[in-house]
């Protein structure tokens, strides 16, 4: 990133409805040691430009593992290993380790869009075949961007993530009005546990955000990942977290939790990405375990501050079927896979339809469990 002019990439990329395709965040995952090639990510940019203008662009990456993607391909990688076909290296697009949807290609307004993404198709593919790469995927996409992609020969892979609505709620009060009489008592249990525990909840954002909490954040980071061992997915270094207070800090809220014997430092903090009406929660941790420290400071903060603040939809992250009984409803994000060896791509054409509909099942299995006092199929 740091080869392409910053303003020309925020002038394609600021009008997205994600916040991780902009110059600073991209910029921040190289420049750390976070994604770079000795951690299996080599940047490899498509930039388009009219003269000195900057008309279109896509991060992309050259992958030789599948960390840090959060689709898990494996199930393919070991298809290929079984019809003798190398898997990696293959090309990736997405914002590297930041599974939340909002993937496309930037394009400058005034540009025909439909030609110009062919353009960038034919580009990739002739790059990767002639570097003998398996594949080109584009992970998390923007869903109307993924109508394009498969008419231009791509097949779209359901993958099952979480979101919360706001469905025109104007306080918490409101929120906690859908769930039904069990559930309602439970949130009021857990919130009203933080002050039983001599807990005190805060938010910052932009400017307000002190410094140290980044040096922080890191810190909690870390012990959260290790926690889980080699199922824990510790892929950003100090120097990202702490980078993103000079260039950054205008997207970011913190929710901590303070204890009011030591209100100066967090005990319990979460880092979420704002912009337009959309948040998204990236990173959580604590020096030590409070009950229900996590549900409110990564969940109901987060609403509340949502609901105040006119943002739509919140995007909790990866994983976690507890967030069913908080109000996120389960529903289907996408990938976009191409591959260039034909008895591979055969297979794959095959069996995609079949491995989306399971995925739907499993979704709508998930949102059963809602906890609301309206119909489930209302949803």
């Given at each position: 990133m740091a080869s392409i002019d910053r303003n020309q990439w925020d002038n394609i990329a600021?009008?997205?409805?994600?916040?991780?395709?902009?110059?600073?965040?991209?910029?921040?995952?190289e420049v750390s040691g976070s994604i770079i090639e000795n951690t299996g990510w080599?940047?490899?940019?498509?930039t388009i430009w009219a003269g000195k203008q900057l008309v279109a662009g896509a991060p992309?990456?050259?992958?030789?593992?599948?960390?840090g993607?959060?689709?898990?391909?494996?199930?393919?990688?070991?298809?290929?290993?079984?019809?003798g076909i190398r898997y990696y290296p293959k090309m990736i697009g997405m914002s590297p380790v930041t599974p939340v949807v909002g993937y496309r290609f930037l394009i400058a307004p005034g540009i025909d869009e439909v030609k110009m993404t062919k353009l960038m198709v034919i580009t990739i593919d002739r790059f990767c075949i002639e570097n003998n790469l398996s594949g080109s995927h584009f992970l998390f996409v923007e869903p109307d961007w993924k109508d394009l992609m498969v008419r231009l020969g791509y097949h779209s892979w359901s993958h099952q993530s979480f979101i919360w609505e706001n469905r025109g709620f104007n306080s918490f009060e409101d929120y906690l009005a859908q769930?039904?009489?069990?559930?309602?008592?439970?949130?009021?249990?857990?919130?009203?546990?933080?002050?039983?525990q001599g807990l005190l909840l805060k938010t910052f954002s932009g400017d307000d955000i002190p410094m140290d909490f980044l040096s922080l954040m890191y810190k909690y980071y870390v012990n959260t990942n290790d926690k889980f061992g080699p199922w824990g997915c510790k892929y950003l270094t100090r120097d990202f977290f702490e980078g993103l207070y000079d260039s950054y800090r205008h997207r970011?809220?913190?929710?901590?939790?303070?204890e009011k014997s030591n209100l100066k430092v967090p005990s319990g903090m979460a880092l979420f990405v704002a912009k337009k009406d959309r948040l998204y929660g990236r990173y959580w941790g604590c020096y030590k375990k409070f009950d229900a420290l996590h549900f409110n400071v990564c969940y109901y903060q987060p609403i509340q501050w949502a609901i105040e603040n006119g943002i739509r939809y919140y995007n909790p992250g990866a994983g976690g079927a507890h967030k069913v009984r908080r109000g996120f409803q389960s529903v289907p994000s996408y990938s976009l896979l191409r591959f260039?060896?034909?008895k591979l791509q055969n297979v794959m054409v095959y069996h995609i339809d079949e491995i989306n509909r399971l995925e739907q099942e499993e979704i709508d299995h998930i949102n059963l469990e809602l906890p609301f006092v309206f119909p489930k199929n209302s949803q």
């Open positions: 600021y009008p997205l409805k994600s916040p991780f395709l902009e110059w600073d965040w991209l910029h921040q995952m080599i940047p490899n940019h498509l992309l990456y050259i992958k030789i593992h599948s960390e993607e959060f689709v898990y391909d494996y199930a393919w990688a070991e298809v290929a290993s079984r019809l769930f039904n009489t069990n559930q309602r008592k439970n949130i009021r249990r857990e919130r009203i546990s933080m002050e039983k970011l809220l913190f929710v901590t939790a303070h260039y060896h034909p």
